[in-house]
Nanobody
Framework: QVQLVESGGGLVQPGGSLRLSCAAS????????IGWFRQAPGKEREGVSC????????YYADSVKGRFAISRDNAKNTVYLQMNSLKPEDTAVYYC??????????????????WGQGTQVTVSS
């Protein structure tokens, strides 16, 4: 069955870096765009970044532009989120999700049909 498994979260000091991984199985990653979302305590889930299936186009939330970079390795069935210059406000559970193939890149949750279980990122000194 379709599975998405996030890893790479942890505790990091402000200004530090983490790389999250989203390992996909049960489907051909090449055909799907993948998005990263996050949810902080007491806040709604928000889109962070997404990457297209065919041309590798990328889309970022304004809050992470210039600090985060999304990439994919279809041969390894994995999508990555490199997070640099981390801030305390980046603290959240980060999720990856598979976007249905009919839509352009975006962060509308209803366009995503499968989600991972999430990985905790904590930015604190």
């Amino acid at each position: 069955q379709v599975q998405l498994v996030e890893s790479g979260g942890g505790l990091v000091q402000p200004g530090g870096s983490l790389r999250l991984s989203c390992a996909a199985s049960g489907f051909t990653l090449d055909y799907y765009a993948i998005g990263w979302f996050r949810q902080a305590p007491g806040k709604e889930r928000e889109g962070v970044s997404c990457i297209g299936s065919s041309d590798g186009s990328r889309y970022y939330a304004d809050s992470v532009k210039g600090r985060f970079a999304i990439s994919r390795d279809n041969a390894k069935n994995t999508v990555y989120l490199q997070m640099n210059s981390l801030k305390p406000e980046d603290t959240a559970v980060y999720y990856c999700a598979r976007q249905l193939p009919y839509y352009g890149l975006g962060f509308s949750s209803w366009q995503y049909d499968h989600w991972g279980q999430g990985t905790q990122v904590t930015v604190s000194s």
